[in-house]
């Protein structure tokens, strides 16, 4: 697999991540923000525990910013797992990035966009 294939895509409050050959969308939205802010009491306490390549806290977030519930909640662990908690932590600390922004795409990803969305005989 190529590093584009498996970083991350933003649209309009909405991250996609790839979890164990799924695309998995995670929401920038108050309800993530909420869940995230009441497990750990706060976002910087989330970063820490993602930095520190906590397990149950990458799939917290990951839960929380996908609405995920129930049997699909659960299959989250299992699909981190088989990712690799070093290659999903990025990821969750891109998202944690991304919530506290408000949902709006890191600079350098709205530039690319931005760029990629001008007709090409345009100037600027």
Same mark, same amino acid.
């Given at each position: 697999? #190529?590093?584009?294939?498996?970083?991350?895509?933003?649209?309009?409050?909405?991250? #996609?991540?790839?979890?164990? /050959?799924?695309?998995?969308?995670?929401?920038?939205?108050?309800?993530?923000?909420?869940?995230?802010?009441?497990?750990?009491?706060?976002?910087?306490?989330?970063? #820490?525990? #993602?930095?520190?390549?906590?397990?149950?806290?990458?799939?917290?977030?990951?839960?929380?910013?996908?609405?995920?519930? !129930?049997?699909?909640?659960?299959?989250?662990?299992?699909?981190?797992?088989?990712? /690799?908690?070093?290659?999903?932590?990025?990821?969750?600390?891109?998202?944690?990035?991304?919530?506290? !922004?408000? !949902?709006?795409?890191?600079?350098?990803?709205?530039?690319?966009?931005?760029?990629?969305?001008?007709?090409? /005989?345009?100037?600027?």
């Amino acid at each position: 697999m #190529t590093a584009s294939s498996t970083a991350p895509r933003f649209a309009h409050g909405v991250m #996609t991540i790839h979890l164990d /050959g799924d695309d998995v969308e995670l929401f920038a939205n108050v309800r993530a923000s909420r869940t995230i802010c009441r497990l750990y009491g706060g976002l910087n306490q989330a970063f #820490t525990n #993602t930095n520190a390549f906590d397990f149950d806290t990458l799939v917290n977030v990951v839960n929380a910013a996908a609405g995920r519930v !129930g049997k699909a909640a659960e299959a989250t662990a299992e699909a981190i797992f088989a990712e /690799g908690v070093i290659t999903v932590a990025p990821q969750v600390l891109l998202y944690l990035n991304f919530l506290a !922004g408000g !949902g709006k795409a890191p600079k350098s990803e709205s530039v690319k966009a931005d760029s990629e969305a001008a007709p090409s /005989g345009e100037a600027g």
